[in-house]
């Protein structure tokens, strides 16, 4: 069988391809393609009928609730289009053809589905130039049969183990018994304190000292401590504070600069006072930093260091407390991270970790003279620093869950955005399945969706989407900050503006850890299927147990007992 791509012009292109221990390895020569503005690639080996036995799984991006199944039914003619994959590789699963499709990252790829006249096609594409790479390198896909009658813990065994033989991924397991802080964490909820901001968007794009808006200040360091009093008056055994805003100009205020800490929250002298409380009372502590954003403001500011198109303009990407950020190069952000950050060394933060943004984005290209990047060499970079960090701090966490990242990543805030910018409807997509978290619970930790943070105030399905996905726990105090613009962890929050506020948010943190404890154990075990019907949803490990979701409105009965809608069991 041959194998093409296609051009712009619809010219034809064959991959070179060869087989070994079972996988089929295919490559576009760089020469072949070399003068194309853009690609297709592989349309014919999905092409079904609509009508046929079968579907396709196509990865989510940040905006997606979940993996796309797109079933070959009969319906009008659809195309669905999106960039930015969290995972490379997506599934053919058809009557007489079954294959899972893996790319290497070293481009920008879009993922693609499209019914028309009766015919289904999905297919990689990419574009060249502009804020994209430049052809540069061959294109590599590797094609792996999948068993007869797979289900959807198959598809994902079949990539978890290819990643663990390669020895891409570690087992979650392997990384608590050799790392105490990540054990902790696997056992613990997270919870982020939102010190400080300005108002975000800014109404200052272009920030100086002199005309930057002031802090807000909403729970300073002795807020900080009289949370963890709180939670240790609740019995709450262990958790994680992390420290979000204390930098100078609070959250996202004047990055890439860390210091001074924030005098209006009280200054060094008041960190570190609450780093040793925090600790003596046996919880863990520690902070968010980023390095991919930066402002005008900051003391280090280089234009130098900006990323930029391929016309030679600068990635300005966000609008933010500090105003207009501009993103980093990664090749600089090498730098940068060994910059300021290691300075948090001293303060003696024992908790994962966070620097923001760096595995929830593909690696911006560069094409400025002076550090050109592509988006191969970013990923190495991005690797590299989270790396460093994690040795610097003991554990390393993140804002997302990309797949280039997983071999760093202890934790992600949240696989994706989920609904936190808005339900969203997507052509051909027939169901939104949690195959990333089939394939990766027992690799990291992770919260499912943004909405599922804060998970005990929010509805039902959000608290269910938590649970059955396997989620760490994970709590914001003050997530919600922007001003007339969306917030993606919701718009209800946890408040520390009054007693009463933070005693409310410090009981349902206290009820969720208790619930916690039956749960934490299976972070370490892989889930081996995910199944939903009629309502309900069931995941499954691979030591037998089961978790049931009832995400009706009626109740439903499971191995003879009822669960009421909204609620789970468990089935050890």
């Known amino acids: 069988m041959k194998y093409f791509a296609y051009d712009e012009n619809n010219r034809k292109i064959e991959f070179l391809s060869e087989e070994k221990d079972g996988i089929l390895k295919l490559t576009l020569p760089l020469a072949e393609f070399k003068g194309a503005k853009k690609l297709r690639l592989l349309p014919e080996i999905s092409e079904a009928t609509a009508g046929d036995e079968g579907f396709y799984l196509l990865p989510r991006n940040i905006s997606m609730r979940g993996e796309i199944r797109v079933d ?187 210091f001074p800490v924030e005098p209006t929250l009280g200054g060094e002298e008041e960190m570190k006072k609450t780093f040793a409380y925090v600790k003596s009372l046996g919880y863990r502590i520690s902070t968010h930093t980023n390095l991919i954003d930066a402002y005008e403001l900051a003391d280090c500011f280089s234009w130098d260091d900006i990323a930029m198109d391929e016309s030679g303009e600068y990635l300005q990407i966000g609008d933010y407390s500090g105003g207009y950020a501009y993103h980093v190069c990664p090749e600089r952000q090498m730098y940068t991270s060994l910059g300021t950050v290691p300075e948090l060394v001293k303060y003696g933060e024992n908790g994962l970790h966070f620097n923001d943004v760096i595995s929830i984005v593909e690696p911006d290209t560069c094409h400025s003279p002076k550090h050109p990047c592509t988006t191969a060499d970013g990923i190495k970079y991005v690797n590299t620093i989270m790396n460093t960090q994690l040795g610097m701090f003991g554990g390393f966490s993140s804002e997302g869950c990309f797949d280039f990242a997983l071999g760093n990543l202890d934790y992600g805030l949240y696989v994706s955005f989920g609904d936190g910018f808005g339900r969203k409807e997507y052509p051909l997509a027939d169901a939104h399945l949690p195959f990333f978290e089939l394939t990766y619970h027992g690799i990291l930790l992770y919260n499912p969706t943004s909405p599922t943070v804060n998970y005990p105030i929010k509805n039902p399905e959000d608290k269910l989407t938590f649970i059955l996905r396997g989620g760490r726990p994970s709590f914001y105090f003050h997530s919600k900050f922007r001003t007339g613009a969306k917030n993606w962890m919701g718009e209800i929050d946890f408040l520390t503006d009054t007693d009463e506020d933070l005693a409310f948010a410090c009981d349902r943190i206290a009820e969720a850890q208790r619930e916690y404890e039956a749960l934490s154990h299976l972070q370490k075990v892989y889930m081996s299927d995910y199944v939903t019907a009629d309502g309900i949803e069931i995941a499954t490990y691979e030591n037998g147990t089961e978790i049931v979701g009832n995400f009706s409105e009626e109740a439903k009965t499971y191995h003879g007992t009822d669960i009421a809608p909204g609620e789970y069991k468990i089935f050890e």
């Open 72 to 258: 070959f039914k009969e319906r009008e003619d659809a195309l669905l289009t999106y960039s930015k994959p969290v995972m490379a590789v997506y599934a053919i699963v058809k009557k007489d053809y079954r294959a899972l499709v893996r790319f290497e990252r070293n481009y920008k790829f879009s993922i693609n589905a499209e019914l028309k006249n009766g015919s289904y096609s999905a297919y990689l594409s990419t574009e060249f130039g502009g804020k994209n790479d430049l052809p540069y390198d061959d294109i590599r896909i590797e094609i792996i049969p999948l068993p007869e009658n797979a289900n959807l813990g198959d598809i994902a065994r079949v990539e978890r183990e290819l990643r663990l033989e390669r020895g891409e991924i570690i087992p979650l397991a392997d990384k608590c018994r050799e790392r105490a802080v990540v054990d902790y964490a696997s056992r613990s909820p997270l919870i982020r304190i939102r010190m400080g901001w300005k108002q975000s968007p800014s109404p200052v794009k272009h920030q100086t000292p002199e005309n930057q808006p002031p802090v807000h200040v909403a729970c300073d360091f002795a807020r900080v401590r009289d949370i963890a009093d709180a939670l240790h008056e609740r019995g709450v055994k262990e958790c994680e504070l992390q420290l979000v805003g204390w930098n100078l100009g609070g959250h996202d205020g004047a990055f890439p600069q860390l």
